[in-house]
C-alpha cells in the first residue's frame, strides 16, 4: 500500500527551476512530508520538510496543497550537482517513514 | 564535526556467516534506525531504537539482529537466517523520535555475498 507515488524520472535544463511532483492522498492529519534526495552509494541527504504550510530554506521550496494530497519540490535554480534520485516521504507514525522508489532528476547542461 | 559514522563502506559475507554492521552517532541523538535498500527501489525499515537497551522490529526485521547498549551505537547483525542479504544499509538518528524531526543518514554500508 503505497503512501507516496512520484514519477519516475524528469530532466530539467541547468539554472531553471526543477520541480518535482508526489501524491500522497492517503496522508493523515499529523503525517508530515519529508523530502530527501539521495546520489548514487551515498546516504539520502535532508531537503525539506513540511506540515501544512508551504516551506522554503536555502536548499528548495515545498508546495503542499490545502488538501495536503499532494506536494511539490521546487529547487529553483538546478545545477548539474543537483542531479539526484529525490524521495518523498510521509512520516507514518513516531518512528516510521516509508520511502517510495523516488524520482531520478537528470540537470542537463 | 558532528555524524554519523558507518563501516565497514563495504563487506562481503560467506555462507552460512555471521557478518556485523556499525553504526556510531555523536550527535546525541536518542533515536537510531536500520534501513536497507535494494537497487532501484526505496529504503525500507528493518529495525529502530529511540532508547538505550530498548529496540523495535521495522518491516523487515526476519534474518536480523540489533543491540543498543550505549546511546552512540546501534549495531546490526545479519544472521544467516537472512538468505538475501545482498543490498546497501544505510544507519540513520534523530534527536528523539519525535514526529516532525528530520533523519541524519550515515553513507551506508555495501553487503554482498561471497
Known amino acids: 500500500d503505497a503512501k507516496t507515488t512520484q514519477p519516475p524520472s524528469m530532466d530539467c535544463a541547468e539554472g531553471r527551476a526543477a520541480n518535482l511532483p508526489c501524491n500522497h492522498s492517503t496522508i493523515s492529519g499529523n503525517e508530515y512530508v519529508y523530502w530527501y534526495r539521495q546520489i548514487h552509494s551515498q546516504g539520502p541527504q535532508y531537503i525539506i520538510h513540511?506540515?501544512?504550510n508551504n516551506e522554503t530554506n536555502e536548499m528548495a521550496s515545498l508546495i503542499i496543497t490545502e488538501d495536503r494530497k499532494s506536494s511539490t519540490l521546487i529547487l529553483p535554480h538546478a545545477t548539474l550537482r543537483d542531479t539526484a534520485v529525490y524521495y518523498c516521504i510521509v512520516r507514518v507514525g513516531l518512528n516510521q517513514f516509508y520511502f517510495g522508489t523516488g524520482t531520478s532528476l537528470t540537470v542537463i547542461p | 564535526d558532528g555524524g554519523i559514522t558507518q563501516s565497514p563502506k563495504y563487506l562481503f559475507r560467506k555462507e552460512g556467516q555471521n557478518v556485523t554492521l556499525s553504526c556510531e552517532q555523536n550527535l546525541n541523538h536518542d533515536a537510531m534506525y536500520w534501513y536497507r535498500q535494494d537497487p532501484g527501489q526505496g529504503l525500507r525499515l528493518i529495525y529502530y531504537s529511540q532508547i538505550v537497551n530498548d529496540f523495535q522490529k521495522g518491516d523487515i526485521a526476519e534474518g536480523y539482529s540489533v543491540s543498543r547498549e550505549k546511546k552512540e551505537s546501534f549495531p546490526l547483525t545479519v544472521t544467516s537466517a537472512q538468505k538475501n542479504p545482498t543490498a546497501f544499509y544505510l544507519c540513520?538518528?534523530?534527536?528523539?523520535?519525535?514526529?516532525?524531526?528530520?533523519?541524519?543518514f550515515g553513507s551506508g554500508t555495501q553487503l554482498s555475498v561471497l
Open positions: 540513520a538518528s534523530s534527536i528523539t523520535g519525535a514526529i516532525g524531526e528530520k533523519l541524519f
Open positions: 513540511g506540515l501544512k
